[in-house]
């Protein structure tokens, strides 16, 4: 399997945040800006790589919600596996995640079934919310400008608070893909109206409006799903 070493310092140019070598802990743990990883620790997972001949490597691992990369844990030392390398990662947990779209992001395959003989599959994908992350960045930055500008001490307080905002949640975004008949498509509203027989567009389209259909609900994908792909 070919890697590529990264520094810390590297890495905090990726993210421009900072990273601990130790997982946060606790039940209710999401990802981090001081711990931009899928789950909360590096665990031995089974990776298959290779274009042309497949091999299998146990290795512990992560996700880097940021950078839409497998990372590994080698002797203290954090590694990137190479773009487009990585065609499937097993976790202990049993969640198996697989590359989609052009940006080769890691999607947990959801469901799993056979259409006209082939496996078909949803495939969801949680990445970060870089707007939205700017936009916390930005809020952080403007209270702090109002603090110099003069302000109490219950603001110089809450100021120190936002110096630890790499601790807070990541703001994600969850996409939805669907693989079908040998094609991995984002399952969006345009992409299932040309791939579903003409004949149901309209009922499609009427099927949204009243069955509640979020586009970045899991649920209602499993709807879509159900009623147009398998029936």
């Known amino acids: ?26 039940s209710d743990w999401q990802p981090t800006g001081e711990w931009p990883f899928l789950n909360k620790n590096f665990r031995a997972s089974t990776v298959y790589t290779g274009i042309f001949k497949r091999s299998k490597t146990i290795v512990p691992c992560n996700i880097h919600v940021g950078k839409q990369a497998l990372w590994y844990s080698q002797n203290d030392t954090l590694m990137e596996a190479e773009p487009g390398s990585v065609l499937r990662v097993e976790f202990p947990n049993g969640d198996v995640y697989m590359p989609v779209g052009s940006e080769n992001m890691f999607g947990r395959i959801v469901r799993e079934d056979s259409i006209d003989g082939r496996i078909a599959r949803i495939i969801h994908v949680r990445t970060l919310d870089q707007k939205a992350l ?4 930005l809020d952080h930055i403007n209270k702090s400008q109002n603090v110099l500008q003069g302000a109490n001490l219950s603001s110089i307080a809450d100021t120190e608070g936002a110096r630890r905002i790499e601790q807070e949640p990541l703001p994600l975004t969850d996409v939805f893909f669907f693989q079908v008949r040998g094609e991995i498509f984002q399952a969006s509203r345009m992409n299932i109206l040309e791939r579903i027989d003409k004949k149901r567009r309209k009922e499609y389209r009427t099927f949204t409006r009243t069955a509640e259909i979020i586009s970045s609900n899991e649920s209602s994908m499993h ?9």
């Open 1 to 26: 399997m070919k890697i590529t070493a990264f520094k810390t310092s590297l890495f905090l140019l990726a993210l421009q945040i900072a990273l601990p070598l130790a997982a946060q802990s606790g």
């Open 223 to 231: 709807k879509i799903w159900e009623e147009f792909f398998l029936k």
């Open 134 to 137: 700017d936009q916390k960045y």
